[in-house]
């Protein structure tokens, strides 16, 4: 299983379009994970136009989105439990904030944004992973996003993809 990880795409403020890099990740993905800040719902209304969407909201969306998507999921690829939120808030870190959202959860993976920093790393056996951000990466040298990859037999590995323009 092919899935593509999103968050803070800020658009259409940030861009128009998907940045060419993102596209062909898009056209084979067999899910998408998006981790909030899409600003528009016409952005979630795309990205389910290229595979099924597991998405929360974020601080920068409106009411349309928060309506539609809730503040924290949690989903199963092949085994692999998925914990999927923005990370906003008040004090802490963002990983932290997002850990502190999943508590009393056990999970393989834990998802999150708002900080448009990529990270992956590994906290007592549960893999933090931001994308950073594929429209704006801030300080960030790269634009950036995260491909997961499952096999049936529930080993999965994750990597971020990173490019310099976003368009073209």
Do not use: C
Not at 79 to 101: E, L, N, P
């Amino acid at each position: 299983m092919h899935i593509i990880i999103l968050a803070d795409t800020h658009m259409p403020r940030m861009a128009k379009i998907w940045p060419p890099a993102l596209l062909p990740y898009l056209e084979r993905a067999d899910h998408i994970v998006h981790a909030g800040d899409f600003n528009d719902r016409r952005v979630l209304a795309s990205l389910q136009s290229f595979a099924p969407v597991s998405a929360v909201y974020g601080n920068t969306d409106g009411p349309d989105i928060k309506e539609i998507l809730p503040e924290k999921q949690v989903v199963s690829f092949h085994g692999v439990t998925v914990g999927i939120a923005h990370g906003h808030g008040k004090g802490k870190t963002t990983a932290q904030r997002a850990r502190d959202a999943f508590a009393d959860e056990s999970l393989d993976l834990l998802v999150y944004g708002h900080s448009h920093i990529p990270e992956h790393k590994t906290e007592e056996e549960l893999v933090l992973f931001n994308p950073g951000s594929p429209t704006d990466k801030r300080r960030q040298e790269q634009f950036s996003f995260g491909e997961l990859i499952i096999e049936e037999d529930s080993t999965w590995t994750i990597k971020h993809i990173y490019y310099s323009d976003k368009k073209g």
